[in-house]
């Protein structure tokens, strides 16, 4: 089971890596490190300022509501209008999965650096 949750956990980072990385500049990096019981997975982009405003925004409502209240907002926003940048899948990680999330976004002149580490607690 753990397993599957490691791999779910690096699909979801690394689609929304792509998501969020500058058209001109797709390259992401991903790293897995083993630390005793966890697996820490984090990925780095290039986002464009308004891409990285997206998730800023997602980020700014964390802790502001439960998880399975954002959950179900951005499943019904997605479902009305079939947005682009929906966050169900970043929200499902938290909802449904033993991890944690840490985001980073630098901005630099016209992109931002854009870093999301998830810890996988293993057995």
Do not use: W
């Amino acid at each position: 089971e753990n397993h599957l949750i490691l791999l779910t956990v690096i699909n979801e980072l690394l689609e929304n890596a792509f998501k969020y990385s500058k058209k001109e500049d797709k390259l992401i990096n991903l790293e897995l490190e083993k630390q005793y019981n966890k697996i820490e997975v984090k990925t780095v982009n290039k986002a464009d300022k308004d891409q990285a405003k997206i998730l800023q925004g997602f980020l700014n409502g964390l802790g502001k509501t439960s998880i399975k209240n954002m959950f179900y907002k951005y499943l019904g926003k997605n479902y009305n209008f079939m947005e682009e940048f929906s966050q169900i899948g970043l929200t499902t990680l938290l909802k449904d999965y033993d991890c944690s999330l840490d985001f980073s976004i630098v901005p630099k002149k016209d992109i931002c650096d854009v870093v999301v580490r998830a810890d996988v607690y293993v057995s």
